[in-house]
């Protein structure tokens, strides 16, 4: 996963965003909020640059003080393809399973592959 910090590169993946309307909702505040300035200390990923299959927003790994507390460990996501998704979960680098995370999204097909990602790896999913 690539960590977008230029403000070109924030600004076109606003722009491409946009035109997906709602379903990017849960990710386009965020790239708004980082692309004017962070000032909640939050990551915006993607899986490639410029053509990117997902996007994935969290907090800054740094920022993270409590590993069971699901709220600050909050990640949005918007994926143009379910195995991506289901790639980026079932990975280490973005999802871990040393913290409670809560994941939004507003697609189908999201919490089948948390519930296929987590039996898989063992793990409880609320």
């Known amino acids: 996963m690539l960590i977008l910090k230029c403000p ?3 600004q076109l993946l606003e722009e491409t965003l946009r035109k997906s309307l709602p379903t990017t909702l849960p990710v386009l505040g965020t790239v708004m909020t980082v692309a004017r300035g962070n000032p909640a200390s939050h990551e ?3 899986d490639s640059w410029p053509h990117f ?5 969290r907090l800054c790994p740094e920022e993270h003080r409590d590993p069971r507390d699901y ?4 990640l949005s996501v918007f ?4 195995g ?9 680098e973005a999802v871990t399973q040393a913290r409670a995370f809560q994941m939004l999204g ?3 097909g999201l919490e089948e592959a948390v519930q296929e990602v987590a039996s898989a790896r063992g793990l409880k999913v609320e």
């Open 84 to 92: 991506a998704l289901r790639a980026l979960l079932a990975g280490r």
């Open 44 to 46: 915006v990923l993607v």
């Open 106 to 108: 507003m697609q189908e």
């Open 53 to 57: 299959r997902i996007v994935l927003t």
């Open 8 to 10: 070109a590169q924030l």
């Open 71 to 74: 709220y600050i460990n909050q």
């Open 79 to 82: 994926y143009q393809d379910k």
